[in-house]
């Protein structure tokens, strides 16, 4: 049972770059979403999905883009990556929209931009 | 805006003793809370969650306490293990999955 899967998992890009973060889940989990960390910072949710073919906002969407086209993957995409966006990148999924199921999260991908 | 707040970045305890982490809020429409934990290079794991109708759950070592008057809740371990050594991340929801706020972390460190 994989869970959740996120590729690659360290990143270095050149600022105005652009690169997709890849995030897969074999849980059959129609919820998603992406997370970024800043160091002394919580996460915060960049954009989530509840379902394929259904994507909205967070609370830091800016310079960032999603799509979802299956149930299984919700890949995130950084167009003109600025140093800004350096940061640890974290895909989660879960069951439903009761909070009670928690999230499964990947074990993040750490993006360097210069 | 940090609407869920974990003021201490660290805390460290011996085996055996109890940990005590603590986690702050400020939105009143927060109705269900949970704590992660998270090991390096890896993802938070979901550990234990409280909804705002009740003031404690238990999980084994494991309970958090929830005081709606203060908005503050707690996680506590006892007894605290070496393998607990762990960031400890507290969320809070509105009442659906879709906006679940995290604070920064504690960083526990249980000493053998």
């Known amino acids: 049972n994989a869970g959740v899967t996120q590729t690659p998992k360290f990143r270095i890009l050149k600022i105005g770059q652009s690169m997709t973060l890849q995030c897969t889940q074999d849980m059959n989990h129609n919820y998603m979403y992406w997370y970024r960390q800043d160091p002394g910072m919580g996460l915060k949710l960049i954009y989530y999905?509840?379902?394929?073919?259904?994507?909205d906002k967070g609370e830091v969407p800016n310079g960032y883009n999603v799509s979802r086209s299956t149930t299984e993957d919700f890949p995130l995409r950084l167009e003109l990556a600025a140093p800004s966006q350096t940061s640890v990148y974290f895909c989660?999924?879960?069951?439903?929209?009761?909070?009670?199921?928690?999230?499964?999260f990947g074990s993040g991908t750490r993006l360097t931009v210069v | 805006d940090q609407q869920v707040k974990q003021n201490s970045p660290s805390l460290s305890v011996q085996e055996g003793r109890i940990s005590i982490l603590n986690c702050d809020y400020t939105n009143s429409m927060f109705d269900y809370f949970l704590w992660y934990k998270k090991y390096p290079a890896e993802g938070p794991t979901f550990l234990i969650s409280?909804?705002?109708?009740?003031d404690k759950n238990e999980d084994g070592r494991f309970t958090v306490f929830l005081n709606k008057s203060a908005k503050h809740l707690s996680l506590h371990i006892v007894p605290s293990q070496p393998g607990d050594s762990a960031v400890y991340f507290c969320?809070?929801?509105?009442?659906?999955?879709?906006?679940?706020?995290f604070g920064a972390g504690t960083r526990l460190t249980v000493k053998p």
């Open positions: 969320a809070a929801s509105a009442g659906n999955n879709n906006d679940m706020r």
């Open positions: 409280i909804s705002s109708i009740k």
């Open positions: 999905s509840v379902g394929a073919g259904i994507t």
């Open positions: 989660a999924s879960s069951y439903g929209q009761d909070p009670n199921y928690g999230y499964t």
